[in-house]
């Protein structure tokens, strides 16, 4: 089976006397040698790393059919898996039950109208723990066995626009000021573009103008804006 790779960033962490202790503190896998600023070092304090998948796989090889047949007849796609606070822009924060079967039909549906396919590699500077980042990234991902490439722990422009240029990736998703940062930086010019094909603008409302911008200057050609609410998991047109 292919594995693609998917990127995470990893705090040094506390008492880790340098970035090799704080990765072995972390049980995480094999640096990938990527810097936003510079290639081929890393970050100050994170890093970018691959998982090793041939140890999870060794891993599951100690569960047998038998139990994994046990498990899963006492689990439905309607099940419960995840819920997300939700607030919207002045209400009063509020949890959202959704299931498997919300969440990964999101993530199949929206990942086939986008055309994201496994040769696709999918920036990601939105927060995994919301339905953004964690749906229409994340899982949508895995769902076609997309890369993930992780510019920073938190969101960052010029992080961002270097990923994009050295990782050659042909999706970005945001939300409007994320898109409006990106175009505005100051070494926009600097940076290869030229790879992105597609993404997801939401969030907020997307003016024109900017949309246009994203298009004509980004090379998003086939960019889309989403509507939806983390109620619906979270994308419904």
Known sequence: QRHHDI???VGA?????????????????????????????LLPGILVVIDNF??????????????LATREAVLGCDDDIN??????TTGLPKGVTLTHHNILNNAYLVARTLGVTAEDRVCVPLPFYHCFGMVLTNLLAMCV????????ATFDAEATLTA??????????GVPTM??????????AEFDLSPLRTGIMAGAPCPVDLM??????MNMTDMQIGYGLTEASPLCT
Do not use: M, W
């Not at 246009?212 to 200057?217: K, L, M, N, P, S």
């Open 83 to 88: 819920i997300q606070y939700t607030s919207g």
């Open 179 to 188: 898109f409006i940062a990106e175009l505005e930086h100051p070494r926009f």
């Open 13 to 41: 962490g506390k008492g880790a006397k340098n970035d090799a202790d704080a990765l072995s503190n972390a049980g995480v896998g094999d640096i990938y040698k990527y810097n936003a600023t510079h290639p081929g070092d």
């Open 145 to 152: 066995g997309a890369t993930l490439v992780l510019s920073s």
């Open 212 to 217: 246009r911008a994203v298009i004509e200057r």
């Open 54 to 67: 041939a140890e999870f796989k060794e891993e599951g090889a100690g569960v047998s059919d038998s139990e």
């Open 164 to 173: 994009v240029s050295e990782e050659q990736c042909t999706v970005l998703h």
């Open 7 to 9: 990127r995470r960033t």
